[in-house]
């Protein structure tokens, strides 16, 4: 299997990492033509996982869309949701025929609040048979410094799927399985969501005792969305505690690697979103999912008071600490 990585961010760099220690050659797109300069002198990305140093034998870094699109047979599409239309409208709508595609972004595209496997079979013909998606818990920081972490492998073609996941399968990087595509993504929306909400309500100074009762019930409000947004589905055999669900959650709320828990923090301790995006200098998904989820949901009337509260926190201009009394007053 020849790879192709679109993105340049630390997900996508761990995920090259990832790839290359286990001897896949593989096409890696960047914009940046500075920075595929850099790597090509030293081994690095300049920018993310500056520790993460590849084999440039296996590695061909380029800036032409097309070229690694074209010469790979599975492409990792791992750039922000904000910027997948953008980075996308420059392909042929036959761009992916007999290509299999990899989601590794964890956002609903906005304006459309799509997943991205409705939006590649809407602009590019991809069927969901050809869809995976990859999924945590792992923080790319961790995977640089070579932690022992799990990536989770979805798709309706299970068979494919644990191919694919042969290819990530290391001393460091263990491997799990599943056929639940969309729950997954959805999950992983999800708990950014309330990742920056545990922010916020650190930032907002609220103990380890309330945040454990916090993220308990947000674990329950998700189940919740993830059963309305696929009702027609069989749930039979699902685990929502397993690691791409619970586990995913958990660690994005948790960790300080996690970008969504900064950038809530910071809210909680006074920013204006403008001024934390600006800190912060990377993308935090669960800002922009929370208004795709609020309107997402207004179909599916999954009972949400607690994504409900964020999104009044961050797109309604609700003072932090009044959010975070209606939460209070909700969850048990």
């Known amino acids: 299997m020849k790879f192709g990585i679109i993105g340049s961010g630390s997900w996508a760099t761990a995920l090259a990492k990832i790839l290359t220690d286990n001897n896949h050659h593989i096409n890696w797109w960047m914009r940046s033509e500075e920075s595929i300069s850099y790597i090509q002198k030293r081994r690095h990305n300049p920018h993310y996982l500056t520790n993460a140093h590849f084999d440039l034998n296996l590695l061909q870094v380029s800036s032409s869309l097309a070229y690694v699109v074209g010469d790979s047979e599975i492409l990792i599409i791992a750039v922000p949701s904000a910027y997948i239309h953008d980075v996308l409208t420059t392909l042929n709508s036959d761009s992916f025929a007999n290509k299999k595609i990899i989601s590794a972004i964890k956002g609903l595209l906005p304006g459309s609040n799509e997943l991205l496997n ?3 079979n809407k602009n590019f013909n991809v069927a969901l048979k050809d869809y995976f998606a990859v999924t945590g818990p792992c923080h790319a920081e961790e995977v640089a410094a070579e932690k ?3 990536l989770t492998f979805s798709g309706v073609d299970e068979q494919t799927a644990a191919e694919i996941a042969y290819c990530f399968k290391n001393e460091y990087l263990n491997t799990v399985v599943n056929h639940d595509i969309m729950g997954v993504q959805f999950a992983a929306v999800m708990k950014n969501i309330y990742a920056l909400g545990a922010g916020i309500a650190h930032g907002l100074e609220y103990g380890d005792n309330f945040l454990s009762v916090y993220i308990s019930n947000s674990a329950n409000e998700m189940v919740r969305f993830l059963r309305k947004a696929h009702l027609d589905e ?4 699902l685990n929502y505690a397993a690691s791409a ?3 995913d959650l958990l660690v994005t709320c948790y960790s300080l690697y996690s970008r ?3 950038f809530g923090n910071m809210i909680g301790k006074g920013y204006s979103v403008k001024a934390a995006q600006l800190e912060l200098s990377m993308v935090a998904e ?3 999912a929370s208004r795709s989820i609020h309107h997402t949901n207004q179909h599916l009337q999954a ?4 994504a409900d509260a964020i999104y009044e926190i961050l797109w309604q201009q609700l003072p932090a600490g009044e959010g975070f009394k209606k939460i209070e007053a909700i969850i048990v």
């Open 118 to 120: 409705h939006y590649l």
């Open 148 to 150: 022992l972490s799990y």
């Open 234 to 237: 069989d749930h039979t055999g």
């Open 245 to 247: 669900y619970l586990g």
């Open 260 to 262: 969504n828990r900064t």
């Open 286 to 288: 669960g800002y922009n």
């Open 303 to 306: 009972q949400l008071p607690i």
